[in-house]
Nanobody
Framework: QVQLVESGGGLVQAGGSLRLSCAASGSIIIFNAMGWYRQAPGKQRELVASMSRGGMTNYLDSVKGRFTVSKTIAARTVYLQMNSLKPEDTAVYYC???????????WGQGTQVTVSS
């Protein structure tokens, strides 16, 4: 099986930056896509940023120009560089990956990001 482990969350003041990392361990499989979701209290989980196996990216409109998603060539690690953070970015951020073939979804345990004003 595959496990996704996030790191890099924490408390930061508005305007600051954080870099989230997610490392895949366990079975060596091919992922169609990797990325990040977030869920704030009282809100639905939403896609923040993703990258396909071919390198195409997709961003939530509210984070465009501020967040950047990247991954290693082997696609075993994915990053989210978050700049110019705003209080509304406060949420639990979840790493996500979808396997090729069976299209199985994998989720990390989540890491808390809190942005103070």
């Amino acid at each position: 099986q595959v496990q996704l482990v996030e790191s890099g969350g924490g408390l930061v003041q508005a305007g600051g930056s954080l870099r989230l990392s997610c490392a895949a361990s366990g079975s060596i499989i091919i992922f169609n896509a990797m990325g990040w979701y977030r869920q704030a209290p009282g809100k639905q989980r939403e896609l923040v940023a993703s990258m396909s196996r071919g390198g195409m990216t997709n961003y939530l409109d509210s984070v465009k120009g501020r967040f950047t998603v990247s991954k290693t060539i082997a696609a075993r690690t994915v990053y989210l560089q978050m700049n110019s953070l705003k209080p509304e970015d406060t949420a639990v951020y979840y790493c996500y990956a979808q396997s090729a073939g069976a299209k199985t979804d994998y989720w990390g345990q989540g890491t808390q990001v809190t942005v103070s004003s």
